[in-house]
């Protein structure tokens, strides 16, 4: 992220601060000459959200708000500033760009190294124990499975335009689906009653009268050991 970081400095004073030039216009500069650096090869990525996405989002973010002249004082989420600025985060675009890749790679010849490598699989290959690194096929099947784009669907890949059109239906429903999620959240988290409702269904101590959300029900468990009546140490609530 340091050449897409120096670009937007080099062009934040001319043009991203100046308030006589229009946002649409920014966003538009923003698109051509800042994500298309940070997203160069975006395509062929195995990407982790939470140390690869997450990144990104926050360089989106931090220029979009400097961009749209937003101040921490305003206080506003990041769903406003997407709205206002009209874009979409950077999880569908990296989605946008991979789904884009593999209808291309399909419709390639069988003789093409690209879908051969796509297609292919390794013989007489072993998997290590414990959890496994992410391979490319994991991550496009976890796209598509969050596009809801189904393996019936796949065949109109071979189709260009309907496939476009199939993507870019199915990320418009993934990015109002997630936008309303963290919308979701945040009223949630902002609600005063929302701390009184996360204590419906706790597990409480029957010997001093702890309570353990229900997710903690192992911890209940070791706490209720810990308060044995026969030992002689309770646990203090």
């Given at each position: ?54 990144k ?14 937003t ?16 874009i ?13 890749w ?9 003789s ?47 189709d ?33 009653t ?9 597990f ?34």
């Amino acid at each position: 992220m340091a050449k897409p970081g120096a670009a937007f400095g080099q062009l934040s004073r001319r043009l991203f601060k100046d308030r006589g030039i229009r946002l649409d216009t920014k966003i538009q500069v923003y698109r051509t000459a800042i994500l298309s650096s940070l997203l160069h090869g975006s395509e062929t990525w195995t990407s982790y959200r939470r140390h690869i996405i997450k990144k990104l989002e926050k360089f989106h973010m931090n220029c979009l708000r400097r961009i749209s002249n937003t101040r921490w004082l305003d206080r506003l989420p990041n769903t406003k500033i997407l709205d206002r600025c009209n874009i979409t985060g950077i999880e569908a675009m990296l989605m946008q760009s991979q789904l884009r890749w593999c209808g291309h790679v399909h419709r390639m010849p069988d003789s093409r190294i690209p879908k051969q490598l796509l297609y292919g699989q390794l013989t007489g290959s072993t998997r290590s124990q414990g959890g496994q690194r992410k391979r490319y096929k994991d991550y496009l099947l976890l796209t598509l499975k969050s596009c809801d784009i189904s393996n019936l669907t796949w065949d109109t890949v071979s189709d260009r335009a309907k496939w476009l059109r199939l993507c870019h239906s199915s990320l418009d429903k993934f990015e109002i689906q997630l936008i309303a999620n963290l919308e979701d959240r945040r009223a949630r988290r902002k609600d005063p009653t929302s701390a009184q409702k996360s204590t419906v269904g706790t597990f409480s101590c029957e010997h001093c009268g702890r309570t353990c959300r229900p997710t903690s029900k192992i911890g209940m468990f070791a706490n209720r050991r810990s308060c044995n009546p026969s030992s002689t140490t309770v646990c203090q609530p």
